[in-house]
């Protein structure tokens, strides 16, 4: 069965830094991975994702994610962190082809402060 | 012009009433999809519709059931209602095979009293 797993529950980072947020995930085939933001009573919004080709993907407000296979990573990245980043971030997994179910994170709170 | 909506945005009710929640997408998709999200964010995925018909129906008890009467529209009714299903409640949909790329509404929060 397919899995994700966000080590960092919540994480804190000063505005203007740079930010990692990691995910690892299982899966026995090839994955299609994805990161979602979430912010406060929002619905998510699909930031990047992974289908197949250039491991290292960009998204939009500036995040890029890069896919390592002998790792099973997908870490989200941005270089200069601004205080609307501050959200919930998902990392999801899900088969590559046909119309199976997406597996969600468990989520990594963003905390910006000035 | 929103993309995935859903209403209501907010529900109060207490245990053992029976309610509906309607999501309605206008972005052409042919997959919708409902998860719950708990006081934790953990996002579990419920049910999914792929042109009206089921093709995801994870363990959920029977007292949730969906309904898609065509492709934009999927309605999630709730009866029996208990302590336990208070949670935000999303309504998503995607295209084709593309299952993980999903646009999702603004989520309904359900508080049983």
């Known amino acids: 069965a397919q899995s994700v797993t966000q080590p960092d529950i919540h994480i804190t980072v000063s505005e203007g830094a740079s930010l990692e947020l990691r995910c690892n995930y299982s899966?026995?085939?090839?994955?299609?991975l994805f990161w979602y933001v979430q912010s406060p009573g929002q619905g998510l919004q699909l930031l990047l994702k992974?289908?197949?080709?250039?491991?290292l993907v960009q998204g939009i407000k500036g995040f890029e994610a890069e896919f390592k296979r002998s790792q099973s990573s997908f870490n989200l990245r941005k270089p200069s962190v601004h205080w609307s980043d501050a959200a919930e971030y998902f990392c999801a997994v899900g088969a590559a082809g046909g119309y199976q179910k997406v597996t969600f994170g468990t989520g990594t709170k963003l905390q910006v402060i000035p | 012009d929103t993309a995935v909506s859903q209403t209501p945005k907010y529900l109060v009710t207490q245990m053992g009433n029976d309610k509906s929640i309607k999501c309605e997408q206008n972005?052409?998709?042919?997959?919708m999809y409902w998860y719950k999200q708990d006081s934790k964010k953990f996002l579990k995925i419920m049910f999914s519709y792929n042109n009206k018909e089921l093709i995801i129906n994870e363990t959920v008890p029977n007292r949730f059931s969906p309904k898609s009467p065509d492709k934009a529209h999927l309605n999630l009714h709730i009866n029996s209602l208990e302590l336990g299903d208070s949670a935000v409640y999303f309504c998503?949909?995607?295209?084709?095979?593309?299952?993980?790329?999903?646009?999702f509404g603004p989520g309904t929060r359900l508080t049983v009293t």
């Open positions: 998503a949909s995607s295209h084709g095979d593309r299952g993980g790329e999903q646009y």
């Open positions: 899966y026995g085939a090839t994955p299609y």
């Open positions: 992974y289908f197949s080709g250039d491991t």
């Open positions: 972005l052409g998709h042919d997959t």
